[in-house]
């Protein structure tokens, strides 16, 4: 086989390759397709040099002017084959400069998302390395809060030994108190006996004192008789001694009954100072009787207010067991606490330990992932720079350019430009715009009215539509516009706020009902379960904004002591929703805490905070955007629910992408939200 042949072979082999490449790789393929034609026509040039008309070929190929039509008709005339050639050679040269520059664009694309990567990769490395060195020691804080819990453990246990020792004590002092509690009420059952025989001897005494009295009054009676029996015996005598001797034995009757009388009256009168003596020792027994009944009084109320204590005593005792019961009762609580504790740090030192591993791996891998992108990078700029030198050596051909058309995108906001909601969003999908090849344009408003939106989308759909991304307004006056556009092949797509009832093609943004729940369950931790709420936003009829006030009411139905006091909305410039808003805290009478369903409402508090105290107040915002993010910083806001806002447009760019490529994309894409607040805003503003 000649030289020829073997060469003309390879070059077909090349060919088919090529072709087969095509298929997979059209720009591979291009360029691989492109040198095996420039290596057949090289070929057929060095064997048909001898032929005059291969010269004007050559000459025709060096000038690189491809479009003169006139040398390419005097070619066809003399050579077919070599005007096949020529064509063949006009359409690789043309598919190859539009291959390079392709190529140059994707070159561009690739240099700018690389190194739009390795600045994330290398924030990520930042980020990694901060919840590495965080885990860590938050991995060391939890080992800390094991041996803390270890050693609470053993006080807790030390407690329930001491309440074990004050409850034994207390059963003694029990014991002690009911013993106390018998002997003192058999000490008053005595003493109540003692009593009532000391009220028995009193009477007894008493009756002993009258009978005395009766007895002195009739020893007073015979006293009286005797005297009186003595005056007749002596009168007896008298008469006696006048009768003479016939008188004689009446005088010695008289004289015995005097001398009886004598007797009687001495024996009276030694029976009445024997009763004077015993009257005086009763009186003296009645006033000792009495001193003793006086002080046994005394006694019995001492002992009533001793038994009195005691029962107070013993009351008390049942309380303090009560107590202890209870002590016991709360420290067993708090021992099962204290071991469910203990399994709770000890499972955290274990997820912290495992954590702070993750994320070291997790920081190695970013730092690989820098590594990998800066290595792209170079990879990317050794590649433009072959593509240079490809280029050049191509760019002297001149061939007829094949206009390419470009799919155009708008994007139509419901605020106005600059706003820093948008500002990112509208950025980040720009870009992505621009590395797929669309070109993209951003309309804003300024009227904010019904009709405002519709006139844009009017406006550039006369300049040529292909998609349209919109934050809608409302939803009532735009879905039969929407439904126009998708009959007209001009398809939309829905972010942060939704029309589900029109033909728009896909939604992204938040679970806005979940957004205000989670909106409702910050307001009632910074409340701690009671308060009065204002609730403020720009459009409260606004589907997005809607669903949030109604998540927000949802939750807060079941927090009886959190009142929505105040609602406001209807304001778009902030000057004068910071006026409406402190008329509303007047009719209200006060707040405890105010909350915005928007992203404005950080920009609200912060004017409110100029002209009035807050210290007392309580403030929270939507969004994280710079505004919000510095009122946290600044106190003014306590915390925020953020959105993750700022992928929504280029998320949409990419459903764009895949549709032109024919891949299905999904309806709806709802994105979570997150708190921000003073712990964590460092964080995030990294």
């Keep these: 086989m000649t030289s020829i042949k073997k060469q003309l072979l390879a070059l077909f082999f090349i060919l088919i390759v090529a072709l087969i490449l095509q298929l997979f790789y059209p720009i591979a393929g291009n360029i691989l397709l492109s040198l095996g034609i420039i290596g057949v026509i090289l070929i057929y040039l060095l064997q048909s040099r001898k032929q005059d008309h291969s010269k004007i070929l050559a000459e025709f190929i060096k000038e690189g002017d491809l479009q003169d039509q006139n040398k390419k008709n005097l070619i066809s005339m003399n050579n077919p084959h070599l005007s096949y050639i020529l064509d063949v050679f006009t359409k690789t040269i043309r598919d190859f400069q539009e291959s390079i520059e392709e ?19 290398n924030l990520m490395a930042e980020v990694n390395l901060t919840v590495s060195q965080g885990a860590q020691q938050q991995a060391e804080d939890a080992e800390k809060g094991s041996k803390m819990t270890t050693e609470l453990a053993t006080r807790f246990q030390n407690v329930l030994q001491a309440v074990d020792t004050m409850q034994n004590r207390i059963n003694i002092l029990q014991k002690l108190t009911e013993q106390g509690n018998l002997s003192l009420e058999k000490t008053i059952e005595s003493g109540n006996s003692t009593k009532e025989e000391i009220n028995q001897v009193f009477e007894t005494i008493e009756l002993l004192k009258d009978s005395l009295s ?3 009054t009739i020893t007073a009676v015979i006293t009286d008789i005797a005297s009186q029996t003595n005056l007749l015996s002596l009168n007896a005598q008298i008469e006696a001694a006048r009768a003479g001797e016939a008188g004689r034995g009446f005088s010695v009757v008289s004289s015995e009954i005097r001398k009886l009388s004598d007797q009687s009256y001495n024996s009276a009168s030694e029976i009445g100072k024997i009763l004077d003596n015993l009257k005086e020792k009763i009186n003296a027994i009645i006033q000792s009787v009495e001193s003793t009944n006086q002080k046994f009084e005394i006694q019995q109320q001492s002992f009533e207010e001793v038994n009195q204590v005691f029962d107070q005593f013993d009351t008390n005792v049942l309380d303090l067991i009560n107590d202890q019961n209870n002590i016991r009762g709360h420290m067993n609580v708090l021992n099962d606490t204290k071991d469910n504790l203990t399994d709770a740090i000890n499972s955290i030192a274990a997820i ?10 997790a920081a190695t891998l970013s730092m690989q992932q820098k590594q990998s992108n800066e290595i792209l990078l170079d990879l990317s700029k050794q590649l433009q720079q072959v593509v240079v030198e490809v280029e050049k050596s191509i760019h002297n051909y001149r061939v007829d350019k094949r206009t390419k058309t470009t799919k155009k995108i708008a994007f139509i906001s419901n605020l106005q430009k600059g706003h820093p909601f948008t500002e990112l969003m509208i950025e980040n999908g720009e870009k ?9 344009t951003a309309k804003f408003m300024n009227r904010f009215d019904k009709s405002e939106q519709i006139q844009m989308i009017n406006d550039v759909k006369k300049k040529g539509l292909d998609y349209l991304i919109i934050i809608p307004s409302e939803q009532k006056s735009l879905a039969p516009v929407i439904d126009d556009l998708y009959r007209e092949q001009i398809k939309t797509i829905c972010v942060d706020a939704d029309i589900p009832n029109s033909k728009r093609i896909s939604f992204i943004g938040t679970d806005n009902y979940e957004a205000g729940k989670n909106l409702a369950n910050l307001i009632v931790k910074q409340l701690g379960g009671s308060g009065k709420v204002i609730l403020s936003a720009t459009n409260i009829n606004q589907e997005n904004l809607k669903l949030r006030v109604k998540g927000v009411y949802d939750v807060l139905a079941k927090y009886p002591n959190i009142k929505v006091v105040g609602e406001q909305s209807g304001f778009f410039d902030n000057q004068e929703r910071v006026k409406d808003f402190e008329k509303i805290v007047k009719t209200c009478g006060g707040f405890d805490l105010a909350a ?21 107040k309580k403030f929270i915002g939507f969004d994280d955007n710079p505004v919000n993010l510095q009122a946290i910083k600044q106190g003014v806001l306590d915390a925020v629910v953020s959105q993750r806002q700022r992928l929504f447009a280029e998320l949409a760019v990419k459903k764009i992408f895949d549709l032109e490529a024919g891949k299905h994309i999904k309806e709806n894409d709802l994105l979570s939200t997150f708190i921000i607040n003073k712990t964590n805003i460092n964080a995030i503003s990294k």
């Design 103 to 121: 190529i140059q664009k994707l070159t561009d694309v690739v240099i700018d998302t690389a190194s739009d990567s390795t600045k994330q990769s």
């Design 214 to 216: 009766q007895i002195n």
């Design 352 to 361: 912290a330990q495992q954590s702070a591993a993750s994320t070291q791996e």
């Design 432 to 440: 992505a715009a621009k590395k797929y090849g669309f070109h993209f």
């Design 596 to 616: 915005g369903v928007d992203s404005d409402f950080g920009t609200v508090a912060m004017l409110y905070a100029e002209k009035h105290d807050i210290s007392n």
